[in-house]
């Protein structure tokens, strides 16, 4: 995932070509507001899942946090408008708690707890395009907000089962989950130039349009091997209603391509 990454950047920066014009320069720095810029960006994401499968009687959930990290370019559109794509590594999912014995989901017979839970792991390459803009200001910290659309990739579906008792404890691979899911970001944050580097802060929510499970099959259902689980409803064969959620901070370094001409100073 790093090296997808790591290569992400180097064609960018390979590819990139001349900058817009510059219009204007951060004050006291060499870098334009109108350059393209390219950066990498870490931080930690909480979420949790709702839908018709997590407001059931008896079912409550909360958030999990996961690392994220990746990689971004900004190309201006005009002065201060810019769009973002990105790619990065993202955790999801949420922590499921059965709070009555009586519960009988996916056929497990809660024996050893009054209290079984589930967390549900499912591990993403998020690609989200967003479209930037920086509201102008006079100093050196430059706020921005951004909104678009995201489509993120499944790599793995995990839960993890307790409280259930055997053969229902443990780490098993969830099948039923879609490998792509479609959603939108909306998010704020604020950069500060150091030396010809800008350094930010960001914010964003972060919710999916769609259903993270798929229906199933009677025969996928018979396929299924020890280590393996589907997620679904009410019916049998249809899929746990549950769409991904939450919110990120991350902190990112940002740099530009191009310097700002002496006589835009």
């Not at 519960?103 to 390459?125: F, M, N, Q, R, T």
């Not at 995990?158 to 053969?167: F, L, M, R, T, V």
Request: charged share 20%; with cysteine; hydrophobic share 40%.
């Amino acid at each position: 995932m790093i090296r997808i990454i790591t290569l992400t950047m180097v064609l960018v920066t390979a590819t990139a070509g001349p900058t817009f014009a510059q219009g204007c320069v951060v004050p006291g720095t060499n870098i334009s507001c109108m350059n393209a810029s390219y950066g990498i960006t870490v931080g930690f994401g909480f979420y949790n899942m709702s839908g018709d499968g997590t407001s059931q009687q008896g079912v409550s959930t909360s958030s999990q946090s996961g690392l994220i990290i990746g990689g971004f370019f900004e190309y201006p559109l005009g002065t201060n408008l810019f769009v973002q794509p990105e790619m990065k590594y993202i955790r999801k999912g949420m922590d499921k708690t059965h709070t009555y014995d009586d519960y009988v989901p996916l056929g497990k017979i809660a024996a050893a707890s009054d209290e079984p839970s589930d967390k549900v792991k499912l591990s993403y390459i998020q690609m989200p395009v967003l479209f930037k803009y920086v509201i102008p200001t006079k100093g050196k910290i430059k706020p921005s907000v951004v909104l678009g659309p995201s489509l993120a990739y499944n790599l793995s579906a995990k839960d993890e089962a307790s409280g259930w008792g055997a053969p229902w404890d443990g780490e098993f691979d969830i099948k039923n989950v879609k490998k792509f899911d479609f959603g939108g970001v909306i998010g704020a944050g604020v950069a500060y130039p150091i030396g010809n580097l800008m350094f930010g802060i960001d914010v964003r929510y972060d919710k999916s349009f769609s259903n993270a499970f798929d229906d199933v099959t009677q025969e996928e259902i018979d396929d299924l091997k020890a280590d393996e689980v589907v997620w679904t409803g009410d019916q049998p064969l249809e899929a746990f209603d549950a769409k991904n959620g939450g919110f990120s901070i991350s902190a990112s370094v940002i740099l530009p391509i191009g310097a700002a001409k002496p006589e835009d100073k």
